[in-house]
T-cell receptor
Framework: GEDVEQSLFLSVREGDSSVINCTYT??????LYWYKQEPGAGLQLLTY?????DMKQDQRLTVLLNKKDKHLSLRIADTQTGDSAIYFC????????????FGQGTELSVKP | DTGVSQDPRHKITKRGQNVTFRCDPI?????LYWYRQTLGQGPEFLTY????????KSRLLSDRFSAERPKGSFSTLEIQRTEQGDSAMYLC???????????FGPGTRLLVL
């Protein structure tokens, strides 16, 4: 079945860029997603990319999609302490919508 | 606020008791999803509805788990005869059929003693 993998931890200095990576085994979905989760909270949709796009920029966020390598990345420019959280990438299990498959999450720690 | 809401936010129960959680989706969304998230893991899909129809329930973790959405609006997730292994965050999300993007509620954290 579908599998999504992420590295578990990333530590950066405030003001630096952060790059969070994700790989997936297959994608018949229309979109791929990035969600943010702060401690004890639900998931906040950060951004998503249409599967026929290579790049999407949204303010400080840049999403890159390499369909050939099945690789998705999220770049956060000028990372702030408020960006400290767990970041999940997600892919739909099939092309019927629904049934998102999530990675384990990458814990981003931003040091002042 | 027109986001997804869940109630209760926290639930502590004793092993063997039944619990029920409620989810109110974004009002114009006709799809509603339930996920479970255990510590250190990403959310795991359980079931989903389109309007009042439950389209997928094979991923419910056991026959102790059931979900309903009787009028196509709010949904309930019930766990019967809770076990300690049921301790987790239960997340609800909603979307509009023609766009897959799912918006999540704050979750219900369950602790089974």
């Amino acid at each position: 079945g579908e599998d999504v993998e992420q590295s578990l931890f990333l530590s950066v200095r405030e003001g630096d860029s952060s790059v969070i990576n994700c790989t997936y085994t297959d994608s018949s979905s229309t979109y791929l997603y990035w969600y943010k989760q702060e401690p004890g909270a639900g998931l906040q949709l950060l951004t998503y990319i249409f599967s026929n796009m290579d790049m999407k920029q949204d303010q400080r966020l840049t999403v890159l999609l390499n369909k050939k390598d099945k690789h998705l990345s999220l770049r956060i420019a000028d990372t702030q302490t408020g960006d400290s959280a767990i970041y999940f990438c997600a892919d739909a299990e099939d092309n019927q919508g629904g049934k998102l498959i999530f990675g384990q999450g990458t814990e981003l720690s931003v040091k002042p | 606020d027109t986001g997804v809401s869940q109630d209760p936010r926290h639930k502590i129960t004793k092993r063997g008791q039944n619990v029920t959680f409620r989810c109110d989706p974004i009002s114009e969304h006709n799809r509603l999803y339930w996920y479970r998230q255990t510590l250190g893991q990403g959310p795991e899909f359980l079931t989903y509805f389109q309007n009042e129809a439950q389209l997928e329930k094979s991923r419910l973790l056991s026959d102790r788990f059931s979900a309903e959405r009787p009028k196509g609006s709010f949904s309930t997730l019930e766990i019967q005869r809770t076990e300690q292994g049921d301790s987790a965050m239960y997340l609800c999300a909603s979307s509009w059929t023609l766009q897959e993007t799912q918006y999540f509620g704050p979750g219900t954290r369950l602790l089974v003693l």
